[in-house]
Nanobody, 124 residues
Framework: QVQLVESGGGLVQAGGSLRLSCAAS????????MGWFRQAPDKERKFVAA???????AYADSVKGRFTITRDNAKNTVYLQMNSLKPEDTAVYYC??????????????????WGQGTQVSVSS
């Protein structure tokens, strides 16, 4: 079992930045690929970014060049640095863990564990 706790969400003006953190506990963090997804009101959950066990990354087209996913295995934490935020980035952001993923996983259904989410709101 893996427990995931997101933090770092909040309200920011368009053009601003936020860094989300997802702290993992319960199993060896370095064995898990990690991902970030987001869900806006009345919309389906969508892929944002992912990082594999080896550190390979993938991004949704809508966030490429603005968001960066990193992981710190010593701290059991994955981060999502979000720059140049736009109102359309407003959503609840979730982190997820996938056991022994050798590539960045972009499909929500392939993840084994999920956090509770953190709200990100971007005002225009």
């Amino acid at each position: 079992q893996v427990q995931l706790v997101e933090s770092g969400g909040g309200l920011v003006q368009a053009g601003g930045s936020l860094r989300l953190s997802c702290a993992a506990s319960g199993r060896t963090f370095s064995w898990y690929g990690m991902g970030w997804f987001r869900q806006a009101p009345d919309k389906e959950r969508k892929f944002v970014a992912a990082i594999s066990v080896s550190g390979t990354t993938a991004y949704a087209d809508s966030v490429k060049g603005r968001f960066t996913i990193t992981r710190d295995n010593a701290k059991n934490t994955v981060y999502l640095q979000m720059n140049s935020l736009k109102p359309e980035d407003t959503a609840v952001y979730y982190c997820a863990a996938d056991y022994l993923s050798t590539r960045p996983v972009v499909v929500a259904g392939e993840y084994d564990y999920w956090g509770q989410g953190t709200q990100v709101s971007v005002s225009s």
